[in-house]
């Protein structure tokens, strides 16, 4: 099962850093799709630097300017399904995910054609968070979960694993 993680960045330079060595500690066979908008701070120099130390595992998709997170997603969907990935995880850049939690996905994804994360299902499980931001998360997904009816504990969670076949079944084109 080829399996890659796509990640969103503007100006995650020192986040990305940090994120990318956690992920292939927790999830060495795992690809990594960084997909940068430009970011003044050198987040896409830094990939490519990291990407050294782990040949044919970390790779740059340079976008040329910040143009939403939503679009910098579908992308990099395309671009992953475009390589014949088997299993394409998503994560934010911010640390907001522990990379830890990425092998339990992958076992997930085998039984489900969708498998997301939550920060909130034990507790809270958010790192590198100020309370306000904490606040406002947890908010948003209370009202999420009342005005649609959905029984996730946090639909706004960015951490989600997808079977390929189900991510095509999407019309990514609207967010290009």
Same mark, same amino acid.
């Given at each position: 099962?080829?399996?890659?993680?796509?990640?969103?960045?503007?100006?995650?330079?020192?986040?990305?850093?940090?994120?990318?060595?956690?992920?292939?500690?927790?999830?060495? %066979? +795992?690809?990594?799709?960084?997909?940068?908008?430009?970011?003044?701070? &050198?987040?896409?120099?830094?990939?490519?630097? +990291?990407?050294?130390?782990?040949?044919?595992?970390?790779? /740059?998709?340079?976008?040329?300017?910040?143009?939403? /997170?939503?679009?910098?997603?579908?992308?990099?969907?395309?671009?992953? /399904?475009?390589?014949?990935? %088997?299993?394409? +995880?998503?994560?934010?850049?911010?640390?907001?995910?522990?990379?830890?939690?990425?092998?339990?996905?992958?076992?997930?994804?085998?039984?489900?054609?969708?498998?997301?994360?939550?920060?909130?299902?034990?507790?809270?499980?958010?790192?590198?968070?100020?309370?306000?931001?904490?606040?406002?998360?947890?908010?948003?997904?209370?009202?999420?979960?009342?005005?649609? &009816?959905?029984?996730?504990?946090?639909?706004?969670?960015?951490?989600?694993?997808?079977?390929?076949?189900? /991510?095509?079944?999407? %019309?990514?084109?609207?967010?290009?």
């Amino acid at each position: 099962m080829r399996a890659v993680v796509v990640v969103p960045t503007y100006n995650e330079r020192e986040n990305i850093c940090n994120l990318i060595p956690a992920i292939q500690q927790c999830t060495p %066979d +795992l690809h990594i799709l960084v997909v940068d908008d430009n970011s003044p701070d &050198g987040t896409g120099a830094a990939v490519l630097e +990291l990407a050294r130390g782990y040949p044919g595992k970390v790779s /740059l998709l340079a976008r040329p300017a910040k143009d939403g /997170l939503a679009r910098a997603y579908a992308a990099g969907f395309q671009e992953v /399904l475009r390589r014949g990935y %088997d299993v394409v +995880l998503q994560m934010d850049a911010d640390l907001s995910h522990d990379p830890a939690y990425l092998p339990a996905f992958l076992e997930r994804i085998v039984e489900f054609d969708l498998v997301l994360g939550s920060r909130y299902s034990c507790g809270v499980n958010v790192v590198n968070w100020d309370f306000k931001r904490l606040i406002l998360s947890k908010l948003a997904s209370i009202y999420v979960r009342w005005v649609t &009816g959905m029984p996730f504990t946090d639909p706004t969670s960015a951490l989600k694993c997808w079977r390929s076949e189900t /991510l095509r079944k999407i %019309d990514l084109k609207p967010h290009l």
